[in-house]
C-alpha cells in the first residue's frame, strides 16, 4: 500500500472510530481522497473541514469566516499575531477574502493522535477566535442588528456574547 492509500485507510478510521459523520470523495486517476466533515463549537456552533489526502501530504481546511465587513487591517494583524499561538493550523484569507484555518502535514505524520490533535487544534482555534473576529470585523452590522432587535422587542439572546460593548 503506497503512502496516499495508507493516509486515507487512516483518516477513514479515525472518522469512523470517532463517530464523525463525513463525506468522502475520490477522483479517477488521482491519488489519495478528499473527506467533508463538520466539527461542533460553542461560539463558533458548527466549523466545516476539508481533509484532502494527497500524493504527498494531508491538507487541512476549515471555514471560519466570511470576508469581514470593516477593519481589514485590524482584523488580519490580529489573525496574524494569534498564528504566532497555534498548533500547527494558520489562519489564511482566500482572494475573497474569506477567513480560513489551514494547515499541511506529511503522509508519515498521518496518524489517529496527530488527527485528533490537528483537529482539536482547528475546533479551539475556529472556536475561541469566533467572537473576536466578528468584534473586529462586523461592529457595525451587529451594532445595527441589536439595535433592531430591542426596538422591536426581539430576543438578544444570540448576541449575548456581545451585550457589553453594545450596550457601552
Avoid at 42 to 63: I, N
Avoid at 137 to 156: D, H, P, V
Wanted: charged share 30%; net charge negative; glycine share 6%.
Amino acid at each position: 500500500m503506497n503512502a496516499a492509500a495508507s493516509a486515507v485507510e487512516t483518516v477513514r478510521s479515525y472518522l469512523a472510530a470517532n463517530d464523525i459523520e463525513h463525506e468522502e470523495r475520490t477522483r479517477e486517476g488521482v491519488e489519495g481522497a478528499s473527506f467533508s466533515l463538520t466539527l461542533p463549537g460553542e461560539k463558533k456552533l458548527q466549523t466545516p473541514v476539508r481533509l484532502d489526502v494527497g500524493a504527498h501530504a494531508l491538507g487541512v481546511h476549515a471555514f471560519v469566516c466570511r470576508n469581514p465587513d470593516e477593519n481589514h487591517h485590524r482584523v488580519y494583524r490580529w489573525l496574524l499575531e494569534r498564528n504566532l499561538k497555534m498548533y500547527a493550523v494558520s489562519f489564511a484569507v482566500d482572494r475573497t477574502g474569506d477567513i480560513y484555518l489551514e494547515a499541511r502535514l506529511p503522509l508519515a505524520a498521518v496518524e489517529p493522535d496527530e488527527l485528533d490533535r490537528i483537529l482539536g487544534s482547528v475546533l479551539a482555534n475556529a472556536d475561541e477566535s469566533f467572537n473576536a473576529i466578528l468584534e473586529l470585523g462586523f461592529a457595525s452590522s451587529i451594532r445595527k442588528e441589536w439595535e433592531w432587535r430591542i426596538l422591536r422587542g426581539e430576543s438578544t439572546r444570540n448576541l449575548e456574547a456581545f451585550r457589553g460593548w453594545l450596550e457601552a
